[in-house]
């Protein structure tokens, strides 16, 4: 036991005098021991682990960046930088070209996803832009009901007016006086009608006529021109709007056309379409809508529509350019349907896009203006058949085409 002591004791005098003579820093020298033999036991397992394949053996080149040897891991995530970067620079290049090509002129291929500037209008498109505005406002001028809609009711009541004298007198012409004498007048008319509306259709496309057309051929509950319910039965903006409209005039003016001559046509096809502006007009300006505006040749069409359903009086039709057709449905369940979704329409609220009060206003006008001329027919076969009654047998026998 004394040896044992003894020992140490010279161990600690020896310590002593080390530390005396030769000073170090022991913390340092034990961090450093440890690391190493951290190291020690980590290559141990390193060796380990590549024995059992869990890592692949490396070169000092490739292992200078982890301790750990080469992972499969590790080369994925470097191709997919390197085909990153790779990428990267293309564009750049890319980017390069295309703006070397911009700024020389040179027109190329535009890519599927690249974005499309906006054309930007020209300072003349802009001018009549401006000079187009009725009002700089944006709001609607402070109106009463009744002067936003009696000049209108006022011009929609002459042109009633004259539409009375133009079917009580109208002569039909000579056919020498015709402009086109070997067309059917139905077809003459009708075509007449289809090429004023195309004309007003291509002439909305000329900037310096915007001021003109907003005034007179579109009516505008906000800040209404009394022509203007005349003037928007013969304007169309949208191309579809215009090819749906000319396609049911031709398809069923001639018809109306047939039945009740040039004058009767004429003067409900007009009166239609003024009187669905007015009745759009008046629930619009009530409602005190004025955010809104109309045009088209609806209310007029749906004039021509509701007549001739009345007038025909049949249990079938034949489509238009399509002879060999039929639809087994009658005149009177066909203008039910066409009035039921117009109603139908009213209760979208906006939703269809479509002037429904306008074309009611339509079929209303068609539809009063047929009444008239059946009861006008019917009238003219009384008082016919009353003067035959009044005749003796000679007169009635001898006389009755000489009457007539």
């Given at each position: 036991m004394s040896n044992a002591w003894t020992v140490a004791y010279r161990a600690l005098n020896a310590l002593e005098y080390l530390r005396s003579s030769y000073p170090v820093d022991e913390e340092s020298a034990a961090a450093e021991w440890a690391q190493g033999e951290a190291q020690r036991l980590e290559g141990e397992l390193i060796e380990r682990a590549q024995k059992l394949r869990l890592y692949k053996k490396a070169d000092t080149e490739q292992t200078l960046g982890s301790v750990y040897g080469h992972s499969e891991l590790e080369a994925l995530r470097k191709r997919?930088?390197?085909?990153?970067?790779?990428?990267?620079?293309?564009?750049?290049?890319?980017?390069?070209?295309?703006?070397?090509?911009g700024k020389s002129g040179t027109l190329g291929p535009v890519k599927a996803k690249a974005e499309l500037r906006k054309k930007e209008k020209s300072e003349w498109v802009k001018y009549y832009e401006e000079q187009a505005l009725l009002r700089k406002e944006k709001e609607a001028p402070e109106m009463s009901a009744a002067a936003r809609i009696l000049p209108s009711a006022a011009v929609a009541a002459v042109v009633l007016g004259l539409c009375y004298v133009l079917a009580q007198t109208y002569t039909p012409?000579?056919?020498?006086?015709?402009?086109?004498?070997?067309t059917p007048p139905a077809l003459a008319t009708c075509f007449a009608i289809l090429n004023i509306n195309i004309f007003i259709f291509l002439a909305w496309h000329f900037p310096p006529l915007w001021r003109v057309f907003n005034k007179y051929l579109l009516q505008t509950p906000g800040y209404p021109t009394a022509l203007s319910c005349l003037?928007?039965?013969f304007s169309h903006q949208d191309p579809?709007?215009?090819?749906?409209?000319?396609l049911i005039l031709m398809g069923a003016g001639p018809q109306l056309h047939e039945l009740v001559g040039r004058g009767n046509f004429l003067a409900i096809y007009l009166a239609g379409g003024v009187l669905g502006s007015t009745a759009s007009l008046v629930v619009a300006v009530l409602a005190r809508n004025f955010a809104v505006s109309s045009l088209g040749a609806s209310g007029a069409l749906a004039a021509t529509i509701g007549a001739l359903l009345l007038l025909k009086d049949t249990d079938g039709f034949t489509l238009p350019f399509f002879p060999d057709w039929r639809i087994p449905v009658s005149s009177y369940g066909l203008l039910g349907a066409c009035l039921a979704y117009e109603?139908?329409?009213?209760?979208?609220?906006?939703?269809?896009?479509?002037?429904?009060?306008?074309h009611l206003g339509g079929y209303a006008t068609g539809m009063g203006a047929a009444g008239i001329i059946k009861w006008q027919v019917a009238e003219r076969r009384r008082v016919a058949e009353e003067k035959k009654r009044?005749?003796?047998?000679?007169?009635?026998?001898?006389?009755?085409?000489?009457?007539e």
């Open positions: 997919n930088e390197e085909l990153y970067e790779r990428q990267k620079e293309e564009e750049e290049r890319q980017a390069a070209i295309q703006e070397r090509e012409p000579s056919s020498s006086a015709r402009l086109w004498p070997d003037g928007n039965v579809k709007h215009l090819f749906m409209n000319m109603v139908w329409g009213l209760t979208r609220r906006g939703q269809t896009g479509m002037d429904h009060v306008a009044e005749m003796g047998f000679l007169q009635r026998t001898f006389g009755e085409g000489k009457d």
